[in-house]
């Protein structure tokens, strides 16, 4: 055999004994550990903002977005504050043990990785259904004809069972992850800090029914049916709320400004039959606040919801392909400099969107805005007190 031919395999053989010794990893430059301590920073306050949510929605009875306080509003705070929790838990601590070198958190770490990473996956999966939820709460009492049915479904103990049922069903969809991944040592490795890592196990490699649920059905239920019914369901109350503003404050040509609204929601303008203008702008100033904020908190909420998971679809349709731009071209065994920020948006994105949903309720909702003044105004005075 041709010496050259010979040394050439010998490089491979010991390449490939190497890539085995080590786990897979990621690089933390100063920048990114900075930029994700911000983001553990936004997390902490995330959880605060969301604790002082549940606190609020759980200790009054005074009426949210036009409807009464429902438990809605109180499990989608949980679940928000699960969801800033889960990133300082998956992200923070790792940013801390990756960059700062701390052994001990690195050993804490792999001890809690895998059930923090599944009920990670339970929380963003259950977040758009309260919302969903949250939402046809909302158009049941603007709604003038209510059955029995939809009475019964809204009452005290249909809401419980409503809640119930449905975590426990996001809980079964997402409990077979759980089960097709798995902490991998390398006792081998010289660098303690690639000792470890999170791999899938054989079964889930192999696995095509595993794969088309994981990736196919799961990419549905949690992405596509929950944002079609968040946009229809929002559209449907901001018309039926403008309908009974306009009705109320009696403008001459109601059919007009409705015919308009259906035509393009961004658009609501009163008409009159002559015109045929359909470039107005939207007149926010003269539309009733219960509509301006409808408005406002559907954009919120949609578009917040919209852009996570646009993001978090196109992350897993590249690493499902197995895209050649998110392997580093020095080294197979570390992750791109594109892989890292992307994956690290992503899930920067599903947090922020939960760390500021107390400032999209202040900012849009008067009602909560109030109930948030009044707490503080009453801690205030007991303080004094």
């Known amino acids: 055999m041709n ?20 786990a897979h990893y990621e690089t933390y430059t100063p920048v990114r550990f900075i930029l994700i301590t911000i983001a553990t920073a936004i997390a902490c306050l995330g959880t605060i903002g969301n604790a002082l949510l549940l606190i609020v929605f759980s200790s009054n009875n005074k009426q949210i977005s036009n409807t009464p306080a429902t438990l809605y509003p109180s ?10 929790f889960e990133y300082i838990l998956l992200f923070g601590v790792d940013a801390l043990v990756s960059y700062l070198k701390i052994e001990s958190l690195f050993s804490l770490y792999y001890v809690y990785i895998v059930p923090a990473y599944v009920m990670a996956r339970i929380t963003q999966l259950a977040i758009p259904y309260m ?38 069903m996001c809980i079964l969809l997402r409990s077979p ?13 010289p660098d303690f800090f690639r000792t470890k890592t999170t791999n899938p196990r054989e079964w889930a490699q192999e696995s095509e029914l595993y794969h088309f649920f994981d990736f196919q059905v799961m990419t549905i239920a949690q992405t596509l049916v929950p944002f079609v019914l968040l946009v229809g369901l929002n559209l449907i109350i901001v018309r039926r709320m403008c ?12 059919t ?7 035509r393009l ?11 045929t203008s359909m470039g107005l702008s939207f007149p926010l100033k003269s539309m009733s606040p219960a509509v301006r904020s409808a408005v406002f908190t559907m954009a919120a909420i949609v578009t917040s919801y919209l852009i996570s998971n646009i993001l978090h679809l196109s992350l897993t349709v590249l690493e499902r392909s197995g895209h050649q731009i998110l392997k580093s071209e020095e080294d197979p065994q570390m992750s791109s400099t594109f892989h890292t920020f992307f994956s690290d948006l992503v899930s920067f994105v599903y947090m922020f969107t939960s760390a500021i949903r107390i400032v999209i309720y202040y900012t849009c909702n008067p009602k909560i805005r109030g109930d948030l003044i009044d707490f503080f105004a009453n801690r205030k005075n007991a303080v004094y007190l």
Do not use: M
């Open 3 to 22: 010496l050259t031919v010979l040394a050439e395999l010998i490089e491979l053989r010991a390449k490939a004994e190497a890539e085995l010794l080590c």
């Open 131 to 168: 919302l969903i939820f949250a939402t046809l709460e909302r158009l049941f009492w603007t709604s003038k004809n209510k059955s029995n049915l939809l009475k019964a479904f809204h009452s005290s103990t249909g809401r419980h069972i409503t809640v119930i049922v449905s975590l426990a």
């Open 243 to 254: 309908s009974d503003s306009v009705q109320k404050e009696k403008q001459p040509e109601p």
């Open 75 to 84: 499990v989608l705070a949980c679940l928000d504050f699960a969801i800033c």
């Open 256 to 262: 007009e400004v409705c015919f308009q609204e259906d």
């Open 265 to 275: 929601l961004t658009q609501i303008t009163p008409v009159h039959k002559s015109s």
């Open 177 to 189: 992850s759980a089960f097709a991944i798995q902490v991998d040592d390398y006792p081998k490795c």
